[in-house]
């Protein structure tokens, strides 16, 4: 089952993205690592800031963009769909596999 069935995948991105702590998240990076515009980003992060999801901390001229720990749950929650959809996935690869 791809997983733009229960998720959009570009907004799943950019939360399993911003999981990473391994460096400062900008709106000049998300766009970056997750193949999407500047637009469609700033619009999902307000989206999240307003749902507690996110919070946003100005720095000067940019914003850090940072999971809160609703966020963080959230975050979890959709690894959660990938790591079950990847599994189902492979369980049937392996089942085509074994029918050749």
């Known amino acids: 089952m791809p997983k733009g069935i229960l998720l959009k ?5 950019i ?3 911003l999981k990473s702590t391994q460096q400062p998240w900008y709106m000049s ?3 970056k690592e997750c193949g999407t515009t500047y637009v ?3 619009n999902f992060i307000k989206t999240c ?3 507690g999801i996110v919070s ?3 720095h000067g001229k940019i914003k850090e963009v940072k999971l809160t720990e609703r966020g963080i749950q959230v975050a979890d929650m959709i690894a959660g769909i990938y790591s079950a ?3 189902q996935q492979k369980a049937q690869e392996e089942k085509r596999e074994e029918k050749k």
Do not use: M, S, W
């Open 56 to 58: 946003v901390e100005k």
């Open 85 to 87: 959809l990847n599994q």
């Open 40 to 42: 469609h980003a700033h």
């Open 49 to 51: 800031q307003e749902a």
């Open 9 to 13: 995948d570009k907004q799943a991105r």
């Open 15 to 17: 939360v399993l993205a």
């Open 29 to 31: 990076t998300i766009v």
